[in-house]
């Protein structure tokens, strides 16, 4: 199976910008690049997914490299609510429905 | 629409017991996966169901089994619980497909002592 790296943590300070970044060098073709986040205390949520095109909605952006090897997640104003682990996880074609969660980022938000 | 729900909400075993959680799918999803997520880790996956018939499987020993039921509800079982089994168990409904977000419920923290 692929599998992604991230940074442990990660700091942001409130209403500003924050990148989160995904390793994914043996990224195939079909596998899909999907992003979910847990807050304290909560089972996890889905933030946003692409495959090779970069991707907007209304929590985040995705950006995903030319080669498809790595990603950025984009919370365009962190606020206090976005402080949580997020998960960047590739969906293989042969996997069903499963997701292969990693260490994650924690990403700490300060007023 | 309702979301995901999970009963109970905590639960304390003893070792070598058996534990039965249930979640409730959101309305219109087909597939129901679970997860256990033990402390400071990512959630694991164990197995998933699709229309009642159990379809994909992670590195879980056959003591862990489930159903799904016609209304797409679900449960887990758990037999000869050990120490280990100390997790926050996660179910997840979504619509069968590699593009479909996965909805989770809040979880069911169980203690084996």
């Known amino acids: 199976d692929a599998k992604t790296t991230q940074p442990n943590s990660m700091e942001s300070n409130e209403e500003e910008p924050v990148h989160l970044p995904c390793n994914h060098s043996t990224i195939s073709g079909t596998d899909y690049i999907h992003w979910y986040r847990q807050l304290p205390s909560q089972g996890p949520e889905y933030v946003i997914h692409?495959?090779?095109s970069n991707v907007n909605n209304r929590m985040a952006s995705l950006a995903i490299a030319e080669d498809r090897k790595s990603s950025t997640l984009i919370l365009h104003r962190a606020t206090l609510r976005d402080a949580a682990v997020y998960y960047c996880?590739?969906?293989?074609?042969?996997?069903?429905?499963?997701?292969?969660f990693g260490g994650g980022t924690r990403l700490m938000v300060k007023p | 629409e309702t979301g995901v729900t999970q009963s109970p909400t905590h639960l304390i075993k003893t070792r070598g017991q058996q534990v039965t959680l249930r979640c409730s799918s959101q309305?219109?999803?087909?597939?129901v996966s679970w997860y256990q997520q033990a402390l400071g880790q990512g959630p694991q996956f164990i197995f998933q169901y699709y229309r009642e018939e159990e379809n994909g499987r992670g590195n879980f020993p056959p003591r862990f089994s489930g159903l799904q039921f016609p209304n797409y509800s679900s449960e887990l079982n758990v037999n000869a619980l050990e120490l280990d089994d100390s997790a926050l168990y996660l179910c997840?409904?979504?619509?069968?497909?590699?593009?479909?977000?996965?909805?989770f419920g809040p979880g069911t923290r169980l203690t084996v002592t």
């Open positions: 997840a409904s979504s619509l069968a497909g590699l593009a479909n977000e996965q909805y």
């Open positions: 309305s219109g999803h087909n597939t």
């Open positions: 996880i590739l969906r293989a074609n042969n996997a069903g429905n499963m997701l292969t």
């Open positions: 692409g495959l090779t």
